[in-house]
């Protein structure tokens, strides 16, 4: 059962009633049943600005509920109560809303007033369980007049849709942890089922994760046109990331002809209600001159407005500026400055901050070596969601590096970062298992993951992928192929790759002999400071 829930958010009418009725949606026992919009009462608009609003609360029904709900029509309704001898512009207290949806025969009535109070227009929306009696949500928007009522504000959906029912996942915010915890162990199929209960449903959270997984190619073949459908479905039901997703596919020509008029409107319309996430997106453009005129000058400004209210890609951004002796928007280089932003970008949940932070204090480059502060910093990259610095933590549990050295740490670090999308995640993942590391010896599980990690362009998981080859470890020896994994990982600058490949020219194995060649290959290795390589080539 749905809980109650108040919301003091501000929304697009569209979007408000959307996610009021998103409660309803999600249910898969939907089929067959029906709603019921009944007419805004108020003494403060006239008749025909209460009908104007009323129809557009029934079309954002229509839109959120698609065919699996049937949505009375205002007409169907008016004969309806008129043959019962009932009054369609009953005031609303809960009991004469609910009468009225039972006679009916619907099973969920949205309901509401527009009042005035203190010269502003206050617009109340309430659905109910026809059958219980229950109210089930309720929500308020405000605006100077009808028409900012209708075209006004939009803001986040979390507080109402939490309560949602999405079918086997329980609430909307439950699918989307499932989702992402099933892409954690690399179930993509499993994790794209899940955001699509949520998706379905209303929850745009879900249409967003969906889309991403298409444009990523997680699950299904890579799909940049369904991937903007997916983003531009959740930006109408009032995600700002979506909206910034689509915004990007505008910019790039990804999914959709590149239109970088339509990118500046959707981050202008963004900044506009106050979301400053749309706000770095235009100050990126003005930065850059892509769809306005060049001015460093205001993206300066705007990254710093939007940093100051809790916008943490403005701040890094602001921040690089400041690292950068560029000059733009005035700016003269201030690396105190620009590590005070970066940290104040980490701690806001840049996770990709976060990382590059640790990389800092790991090498010593731009701050003192640290490699505690290194591997604290990785695992704040970690836990908001950066693969990358999952990877990093991995590293610094294998060497003891900055934290007692713990292979059954890393090993689940390994993990996460793999099935978030890091290949090289991938390969150390595969090296684990092929050694033992932290996990139980398992070479076949060894080979799935060098595959997998080649595949997404780890040159090291190329490398590795040729070792089993040439062993015979989890796959039939097969030194052709080892060659031939030994090529890809030379030739994506993974110098042992180049080393083994070398090996295998001196040696005949899976090529003709040729030592010239096999020279040759120790020589690219070594040039690049690859020690082994430079061995051979001694030798």
């Known amino acids: 059962m749905l809980a109650l829930v108040q919301g003091t958010h501000l929304f697009h009418l569209r979007q408000l009633i959307c996610l009021l009725v998103a409660a309803v949606a999600c249910s898969q026992a939907l089929a067959g049943q029906r709603l019921a919009v009944l007419e805004l009462q108020s003494d403060a608009i006239p008749q025909g600005e209460r009908a104007i609003l009323t129809d557009s609360i029934r079309g954002g029904v229509v839109k959120t509920l698609g065919g699996s709900v049937q949505v009375m029509t205002r007409e169907n309704m008016e004969v309806m109560l008129s043959d019962m001898g009932l009054d369609a512009d009953c005031v609303a207290e809960g009991a004469c809303e609910v009468e009225t949806a039972r006679n009916l025969g619907v099973d969920y009535v949205v309901s509401g007033q527009v009042v005035s109070i203190a010269n502003t227009l206050v617009a109340s929306l309430k659905l109910h369980d026809t059958g219980s009696g229950q109210l089930l949500a309720t929500e308020q928007l405000r605006g100077a007049d009808t028409l900012k009522l209708l075209d006004g504000i939009g803001a986040s959906s979390s507080a109402l849709v939490a309560t949602m029912r999405i079918g086997p996942c329980g609430t909307g915010a439950e699918c989307e942890k499932a989702g992402l915890e099933a892409m954690y162990i690399g179930d993509y199929t499993k994790s794209a089922e899940l955001f699509s209960f949520a998706c379905d449903g209303g929850y745009m959270d879900g249409c967003r994760r969906l889309g991403n997984l298409h444009n990523k190619g997680m699950g299904f073949p890579k799909n940049e046109t369904t991937a903007f459908e997916l983003h531009q479905k ?41 979301q400053q996430v749309g706000c770095y997106g235009l100050a990126g453009l003005y930065l850059k001159g ?250």
């Open 234 to 274: 959740a930006c109408a039901g009032g995600d700002n990331l979506a909206c910034m997703n689509s915004a990007s596919s505008y910019l790039r020509g990804r999914g959709v002809p590149a239109d970088q008029a339509k990118a500046v409107s959707i981050f202008q319309d963004l900044c506009d209600a106050g």
């Open 290 to 539: 892509e769809g306005v005129p060049e001015d460093p000058i205001r993206a300066v400004e705007m990254y710093r407005t939007a940093c100051d209210a809790g916008e943490a890609r403005s701040c890094s951004s602001l921040a690089s500026l400041y690292d950068k002796d560029t000059g733009q928007g005035g700016i003269t280089q201030d690396r105190d400055k620009a590590t005070q932003l970066y940290f104040r970008a980490c701690d806001m949940g840049d996770g990709r901050i976060c990382r590059l932070l640790g990389i800092r204090y790991s090498f010593g480059r731009g701050a003192e070596q640290d490699h505690g502060k290194a591997a604290s910093l990785a695992r704040k990259a970690c836990d908001a969601g950066d693969s990358a610095g999952c990877y990093n933590l991995s590293v610094a549990y294998d060497h003891g590096d900055g934290v007692a050295q713990d292979y059954e740490t890393s090993f689940t670090l390994k993990k996460k970062a793999c099935n978030t999308g890091h290949m090289n995640g991938c390969n150390n993942e595969g090296r684990a298992y092929l050694r033992a590391y932290g996990v139980e010896q398992d070479f076949a599980k060894a080979v799935e993951l060098f595959v997998r990690a080649c595949n997404g362009g780890s040159a090291m998981g190329c490398s590795n992928l040729g070792y089993t080859y040439a062993s015979g470890k989890g796959v039939t020896q097969d030194h052709k192929r080892a060659a031939e994994h030994y090529k890809q990982a030379c030739d994506g600058k993974e110098w042992l790759g180049c080393t083994n490949l070398g090996d295998a020219y001196r040696d005949g194995k899976g090529v003709a002999q040729d030592t010239s060649k096999a020279n040759e290959l120790y020589k690219k290795g070594c040039d690049a400071g690859h020690q082994k390589s430079c061995e051979r080539l001694s030798n």
